[in-house]
Nanobody, 118 residues
């Protein structure tokens, strides 16, 4: 099994910055993808950014140039540096770990609230 523990959410004014962290533990494969998704009230969960073990990252268009995803493979931890935050970034942010084996498995964190005030 895999456990994901997130931290770093909070309340910030528009234009401010926050850094999210997510530490994974348990049965972690050497090759995996870690990432962040978010869900605003009344909306579907959407991709924010993902990064694979080699460091190749992918971003949603809405956050490109403002958010940076990174990871520390030795610590099985993924980070999301969020700069120039906008009120529309307000959501619950969920950490995700995807691993490929006999089947593809997704693991989720409990979510952390990010609120950006105007």
């Amino acid at each position: 099994q895999v456990q994901l523990v997130e931290s770093g959410g909070g309340l910030v004014q528009a234009g401010g910055s926050l850094r999210l962290s997510c530490a994974a533990s348990g049965s972690i494969f050497s090759f995996n993808a870690m990432g962040w998704y978010r869900q605003a009230p009344g909306k579907q969960r959407e991709l924010v950014a993902t990064i694979i073990s080699s460091g190749i990252a992918n971003y949603a268009d809405s956050v490109k140039g403002r958010f940076t995803i990174s990871r520390d493979n030795a610590k099985n931890t993924v980070y999301l540096q969020m700069n120039s935050l906008k009120p529309e970034d307000t959501a619950v942010y969920y950490c995700n770990l995807r691993q490929w084996g006999a089947t593809t498995r997704d693991y989720w964190g409990q979510g952390t609230q990010v609120t950006v005030s105007s």
